[in-house]
């Protein structure tokens, strides 16, 4: 990520073109020459024989390596001095920066024997400050889609290692690549504390190299949240930070950000500027992953032509030649995004074929400069254009996730339908400043039929249902957005009488005291794991306990009234409750067999208690059919 020692930040890189006022090549050309200046010093210490100095030469080639742009004489060089190195601590140092160098260099597959050499160097010496640097190597010799678990333990381990350090690098590595994870699992406390982190380090370091970072990564928040006012001045700022420093991916930072600001803000001429720069960067280096991001953004700019070409050209055989390195899920996403919307079906078939396994995981180049969607929004594009039915439930979970961790743009925009399948992508963005089309209702059905035969669902889509009680509350309910309904009179009114039968009886507590205290004592023992879990980067303990926690809370708050009261079981109140919240679960759940997307549209806008209520999220608008009179209820507040 970025090298305790001198080695670049792992940061992503993008096309670098000459800025208008040559910023840019000024960049290289100081990179350049630092990179010729350390391979004088080699030269001169071979010639010498002297190993150190060899040694201290090479270790300073890495940082002038750009990410993802061919290595050439770079781990040939380091390779020598690593061979001829007798200090353990100095083969540590070179076996670190030599994974490093065929990572950056995309041959990930060379370095995970120098990066365990060096973890077992490291261990062996027990020197921290080295242990740092091979714990960075080893995170980056494992920075594939499939190494997710291993990438978070390391990195969790090496956030501890570098917590009792002072050297600004080594912190800066362990906050970006806990960063990095945290992206890839959407855990936003994580993102934010790691942000926060950030900041505080540039502070104390009065760092310009940190301070560089820490503002990059805030303009990436701020652009995956949708705020680009705040993204701009991030953006300026970082381009100010970078001015004075010979940093290899500055450029690439810079243009990333770029890319995705003019991306969100529909800039057709800016897109078009980004589009060509990628394109050309990524054929002139080979990067695929660059080549890709250059389709999707020739298609925003509404050129498909070009953007086909590249997909093609990438896919090549199929997309299962995609090296499955740290932009896998990157790359294989942007050719799905292009394939969707051109209809390249056998892309389509192929994509989501690779991309299933990574459901749920967010989507971000190297070093998180910046977002990309999560996985389940791809999918859905591409199950959408070939019509299969779980498209539904892959939208409504990459929207759910989108609102987890704030991603508003990207909710915003896959809130609204796009080419219905089978249609060629042919618009461009909207132009800047001008108003945002409104959005299309959501036709659904729920509408009873003879014999109570419903028919549900979307059209072209619906299906007949039988008629079930859970059904007729959720009609009575859409028909009424926003006003609370007795569970008790709900019940008496959809079904013509009394839901409950019985006499108004008192059958006891739901809960007794002791059992309560129970519960409570557990959330108290689980809000301690999850902060350890949280600690650990453990996603799977998290979500374990995560999932009992709101099995417990669900308990309590069916036992318990206003105020922690206990409820009483018998209370006819309370027996309406439960029979209109079971009857309205069992009916969505019925509903979530034939269309993923309505049933979590309810489970997200219909409440239940003893008082229920139907709560239209306004960025679902939704046109219910009810069949009230042959009329259409709108729910849209």
Not at 120 to 136: E, G, I, K, W
Not at 289 to 301: D, G
Request: glycine share 8%; proline share 5%; hydrophobic share 45%.
């Amino acid at each position: 990520m970025d090298g305790a020692r001198n080695d670049s930040a792992a940061t992503p890189r993008a096309a670098v073109p000459s800025s208008a006022d040559g910023t840019a090549a000024r960049g290289e050309d100081d990179v350049d020459v630092r990179r010729a200046s350390y391979v004088e010093a080699f030269t001169a210490a071979r010639t010498a024989g002297d190993v150190e100095a060899m040694a201290a030469a090479a270790l300073g080639l890495p940082s002038t390596q750009r990410f993802g742009s061919h290595p050439g004489q770079l781990p040939a060089l380091l390779h020598e001095a690593y061979a001829a190195a007798v200090a353990p601590s100095t083969r540590c140092r070179l076996a670190a920066a030599l994974a490093r160098t065929w990572v950056y260099g995309g041959d990930a597959g060379r370095a995970g024997g120098f990066a365990r050499d060096a973890e077992q160097l490291a261990t062996d010496l027990r020197d921290p400050v080295l242990l740092a640097d091979a714990l960075d190597a080893s995170l980056s010799a494992r920075w594939g889609p499939d190494d997710y678990r291993e990438r978070a333990r390391l990195a969790a381990r090496l956030e501890d290692v570098a917590a009792h350090q002072t050297d600004s690098g080594t912190r800066l590595s362990a906050h970006l690549w806990r960063l990095t994870v945290a992206w890839e699992a959407l855990d936003v406390i994580a993102v934010q504390r790691q942000l926060r982190a950030m900041d505080v380090l540039a502070t104390e370091a009065a760092a310009p190299r940190c301070a560089f970072f820490a503002m990059s990564r805030r303009a990436m928040h701020a652009l995956a949240t949708g705020n680009l006012t705040r993204a701009d001045d991030f953006i300026a700022r970082t381009r100010e930070l970078g001015a004075s420093l010979a940093e290899p991916d500055r450029e690439a930072v810079l243009h990333s950000l770029a890319a995705d600001r003019a991306l969100q803000a529909g800039d057709a001429e800016a897109l078009r500027h980004e589009a060509a720069a990628f394109e050309a960067y990524g054929t002139n280096e080979g990067i695929p992953s660059v080549t890709a991001e250059a389709a999707v953004l020739w298609l925003e700019a509404g050129e498909p032509d070009r953007a086909e070409r590249l997909a093609l050209q990438l896919a090549g055989p199929g997309l299962h030649t995609v090296a499955r390195d740290v932009d896998f899920l990157l790359t294989v996403g942007c050719l799905l995004q292009v394939a969707a919307a051109l209809r390249l079906d056998d892309l389509c078939e192929q994509g989501v074929t690779l991309l299933e396994p990574y459901a749920g995981r967010g989507v971000i180049n190297a070093g998180a400069v910046t977002f990309h969607g999560v996985v389940d929004d791809y999918l859905h594009q591409a199950c959408r254009r070939l019509g299969r039915p779980d498209a539904a439930r892959w939208r409504h979970s990459a929207l759910s996730a989108y609102r987890r961790v704030g991603a508003a743009w990207w909710a915003g925009r896959l809130a609204e339908p796009g080419p219905v399948a089978g249609d060629r992508y042919v618009s461009g963005p909207s132009k800047p400043g001008t108003a945002a089309p409104a959005r299309p209702f959501l036709v659904i059905h729920l509408e009873p039929g003879p014999a109570d035969v419903w028919t549900v669902g979307q059209p072209g889509a619906t299906v007949a249902m039988p008629g079930v009680k859970g059904l007729h509350y959720l009609r009575h309910l859409v028909e009424r957005p926003g006003q609370e309904v007795s569970a008790l009179v709900l019940s008496d009114t959809v079904t013509g009488h009394a839901g409950v039968s019985i006499g108004d009886s008192d059958a006891g507590e739901i809960l007794d005291a002791q059992a309560l205290a129970a519960y409570r004592r557990r959330l108290s023992e689980i809000d301690a794991e999850l902060a350890e879990a949280d600690a650990w980067a453990d996603p799977v303990r998290l979500e374990r306990a995560r999932l009992e926690r709101q099995a417990l809370l669900d308990e309590l708050a069916a036992a318990t009234g206003l105020g922690g009261r206990r409820r009483r079981a018998g209370s006819i109140r309370e027996r309406a409750r439960v029979a209109v919240r079971k009857a309205i679960v069992a009916a969505v759940d019925r509903i979530d067999r034939i269309d993923p997307e309505v049933a979590g549209l309810l489970r997200d806008t219909v409440h239940t208690g003893t008082a229920c209520r139907y709560d239209p999220d306004p960025g679902r608008p939704v046109r219910w059919v009810t069949g009230r009179g042959s009329t259409i209820t709108e729910s849209n507040s």
